[in-house]
């Protein structure tokens, strides 16, 4: 005899209808060096996947920001998470972001804005990113920069 199986989101209650997912976290990554980050995922209750619990995924736009040791940063655009356990997500983004630099920022000219895109991977409420950008205000050598990050997203709300 077989029991079925259940996952997480199966065993959530009914969808509660909340839009809005606030997302926590921090980082180290260039040009902000360690950074602390907030955000909102607005997004309709209903799954990625048919057949899934309401409450297992969301597809929706995603606005963050932050503060770290080596400036600020700002990022909008498109996330698609899912629900993997208490405060464990998975999923991707893709963030239109601007960046401001402080006095010692990583690999980027201090006291400068940046504009440029990146894409994220979530495994585990683990973040990593990876994106390009270029410098729109501000003076120094290092027109074009790599930004790149790692560290953790929680979700709140969910």
Known sequence: MSLPSTTFADQQPESSNHPVIALVGGQYGSPTRILGSAGVLIAPPKPLKPGTSPDS?????????????????????????????PCLTTGFDALFTITRTGDSPRDADPYATYAGFEAGLVLMSVRLNAGVAHRVSGIGTKDTIFTWGVGVQIPIGW
């Open 57 to 85: 995924s969301r597809l929706g736009v995603l606005i963050t920001g932050g503060a770290g040791t080596g400036g600020f940063r700002g990022g909008a655009g498109l996330s698609a998470l899912a629900l993997e356990g």
